[in-house]
């Protein structure tokens, strides 16, 4: 059974940083394109970062140069760090894999239960 964990959101101060991690089990994540999502309130579900299984790594232009994907494959996970935080990252973070499809919400196969992420100014 294909299962994926978040852990690590919260609250933070603007300027702050937090690390989210994707746990993966019932499949290999390493081998998997991976991909964080984030929804705020009365917006659309966005892509903000993926790891493809070859570890090349994509970003949005909201959070280029702030936030770095990661695999952690003793862990079998995949970790968001997000520095310099802003209050308009305040979202719910989930991550998805998309197998060996390129990563997006269309072709995501499953799905974490997501973990709040709040920024305060």
């Known amino acids: 059974q294909v299962q994926l964990v978040e852990s690590g959101g919260g609250l933070a101060q603007a300027g702050g940083s937090l690390r989210l991690s994707c746990a993966a089990s019932g499949f290999i994540l390493s081998i998997n394109n991976m991909g964080w999502f984030r929804q705020a309130p009365g917006k659309q579900r966005e892509l903000v970062a993926s790891i493809t299984s070859g570890d090349s790594t994509d970003y949005a232009e909201s959070v280029k140069g702030r936030f770095t994907i990661s695999r952690n494959k003793v862990k079998n996970a995949v970790d968001l760090q997000m520095n310099n935080l802003k209050p308009e990252d305040t979202a719910i973070y989930s991550c998805?894999?998309?197998?060996?499809?390129?990563?997006?919400?269309?072709?995501?196969?499953?799905w974490g239960q997501g973990t709040q992420v709040t920024v305060s100014s």
């Open positions: 998805a894999t998309s197998g060996s499809l390129a990563i997006s919400i269309a072709n995501a196969k499953y």
